[in-house]
């Protein structure tokens, strides 16, 4: 999960726990840390906030396709946003 809101990250985190599936959860709170752990380890999900403050979603999911990591991953990109745009 790559969000710099750890509001947002626990929230997500006790939603899902509610469901009868085991998760194993990666934080991470920017893009760069979101990528130095994609590389380190096998993901089968990718949380991903869109409006972070250095680097937003959009540029984490051109260098995660661009990258040559040799994994298959879903990528769900979640913003919170009030704005109609």
Known sequence: M????????EH???TLQK????WRFVETDSVD???AAFASQS???VLLDYRMPQ???IELL???????FEQNVA??????SEEPE
């Open 12 to 14: 997500i985190k006790r």
């Open 43 to 45: 993901f089968d999900m």
């Open 75 to 80: 990528i769900v990109m979640l913003s919170n």
């Open 2 to 9: 790559v969000d710099d809101d750890i509001v947002d990250r």
């Open 55 to 57: 680097r937003d979603g």
């Open 62 to 68: 051109l260098a995660l396709r661009n990258a040559s």
């Open 19 to 22: 469901a009868t599936i085991a």
């Open 33 to 35: 840390k979101g990528l």
